[in-house]
């Protein structure tokens, strides 16, 4: 049975819709549609978020039907407002201070549109070609920033849960390969108590025990006591188990704060223990000019996280996990025929990332963090990074002398935990206010907060990733914090 005219066009038109060298007008007219509707989308910006609800959200998306499609770009762009764009979270507002998410740097953008339209694949050689030294000269860059000296390697990531995941999945197998026969369940993973918890997720997926990671104490400044994770070692050992890796954070999630990195990799060292640094929220600081030292002791870990799209303002996503030791890597080295088999597929000696990743098919990141690297240079990025965490000591400074609002301690990086006071409010009541004033701004759309618990109070958070912020801009966000307490306790009151 022979197709219809009316098939054959319609055929026709969607093949037109494949990127092909006879189709780079229609392409070159839907890139520019599309940047032209972000820019106008900018340009109706007026604070972070609208604040819609979730079923207000949800309505739209679910009365479009998949089956019909609009066959125009421009309709569909519409479209896309209603759905999403009118009430999307913009990361560039300076009332913007809940979660690590970040405003992005342009040369990241222009490569996010190169590496999309030409679609390669970073698992194999020959499905790339020039992008695997791209990345392995970035890998090589960032791990010698990191001190991790001539043998040191590491591969691109989806983000920091998967370097996580990599980082501890080669401290687990390099104990198998120095002890044969080793009992999952007798290895155990020691880090503070405000690690993160893709830490413990790894240790889930890695088959260990439940009970496997066991967190240490952490000091006023909510940085690992090396003498709490002395007593936890010893404890493991006592226990006729084995300390499979240590955990250090670069930078918590909570509070921004950084292990002493020095002396907690002296102790995971005397014990045998491998040491995974998650640096990936302070990871950015290996381009700063003035705050580099926060890092010291980084370049006597065995494996690091680093999250670009975080203090290196990069889109989503871009991450990498270095290593000391390049052979560590074989760890998640398989052979398969159709991807790197052993006689090389006929590309000698072709360079396969596979060999180095938990993935397969993955995108070419690094070429986002390579092009702005070219275009601006690292003390450009570091500025940046300098910049949010002079505000953030900007503003904790200020605060404290307000007493109008509690702040936890200084920060280190750029975060910040503040609530509000309010007078004859007991601390149950005070811990019920941190929610309800959260939400309130969040209808009110000017200013967007995280919250956390901590040692079973609850605080409001700050985290400050926009270079262009001023400290006017956060007393604005804490004044709206203020103002959203008095206008609950009101209406309680009522």
């Not at 907060?449 to 270079?467: E, I, Q, Y």
Request: with cysteine.
């Amino acid at each position: 049975m022979h197709p219809s005219p009316h098939d054959l066009s319609s055929l026709s038109s969607t093949r037109r819709q494949l990127l092909h060298p006879q189709h780079a007008t229609a392409y070159a007219d839907a890139a520019h549609l599309a940047i032209d509707h972000v820019t106008n989308a900018l340009g109706r910006v007026r604070g972070p978020v609208t604040g819609l609800d979730p079923a207000r959200a949800a309505a739209p998306v679910h009365e479009v039907d998949l089956d019909a499609p609009l066959g125009c770009t421009a309709q569909a762009l519409s479209e896309l407002d209603r759905v999403w764009l009118d009430d999307t979270v913009w990361f560039h507002e300076p009332g913007y201070a809940a979660h690590l998410n970040c405003p992005v740097l342009i040369p990241a953008l222009v490569a996010e549109a190169v590496l999309s339209a030409v679609n390669p694949s970073l698992d194999t050689f020959d499905q790339n070609v020039g992008a695997t030294f791209v990345e392995r000269h970035l890998v090589d860059w960032v791990a010698a920033r990191a001190g991790l000296g001539p043998r040191a390697d590491g591969v691109f990531t989806s983000g920091g849960t998967q370097s996580n995941l990599q980082g501890l999945h080669l401290a687990r197998d390099q104990v198998r390969s120095r002890r044969p026969g080793t009992d999952l369940a007798r290895l155990r993973v020691l880090t503070s108590v405000d690690a993160h918890v893709s830490v413990e997720r790894a240790t889930r997926l890695l088959g260990l025990a439940p009970d496997a990671v066991r967190t240490v104490a952490v000091d006023e400044r909510r940085r690992m006591r090396p003498d709490a994770l002395a007593r936890a070692l010893a404890e493991v050992q006592a226990q006729g188990a084995t300390t499979m890796a240590v955990v250090a954070t670069a930078g918590t999630t909570d509070h921004g704060s950084i292990d002493p990195l020095g002396p907690v990799a002296g102790l995971a060292r005397a014990h045998g223990a491998w040491l995974h640094v998650d640096a990936a929220y302070g990871g950015g600081l290996l381009v700063s000019r003035r705050h580099r030292h926060l890092l010291d002791g980084i370049e006597l870990a065995d494996s690091v996280t680093v999250d670009f799209h975080k203090t290196w303002f990069q889109p989503v996503s871009c991450s990498a996990v270095l290593v000391r030791e390049r052979d560590h890597l074989r760890h998640v080295t398989f052979r398969a025929d159709y991807l790197n088999p052993a006689d090389g597929g006929g590309a000698t000696r072709a360079p396969n990332q596979v060999d180095k990743s938990l993935q397969t098919t993955r995108r070419f990141d690094a070429l986002k963090l390579w092009m702005t690297l070219r275009v601006m240079g690292a003390d450009a990025i570091g500025e940046h990074v300098d910049a949010v965490v002079d505000l953030a000591r900007s503003v904790h400074a200020r605060l404290e002398a307000d007493p109008r609002i509690e702040v936890a301690a200084a920060p280190e990086l750029s975060t910040l935990l503040v609530r509000p006071v309010v007078p004859g409010l007991d601390a149950a009541q005070q811990d019920a206010l941190v929610p309800r004033v959260r939400a309130a701004l969040w209808s009110g759309g000017r200013s967007v907060v995280a919250a956390t618990v901590v040692d079973g109070r609850r605080w409001l958070k700050l985290t400050l990733l926009n270079p262009l912020a001023t400290p006017e801009d956060i007393e604005a966000v804490v004044a709206d914090v203020v103002e959203a307490a008095r206008t609950v306790v009101a209406e309680q009151a009522a």
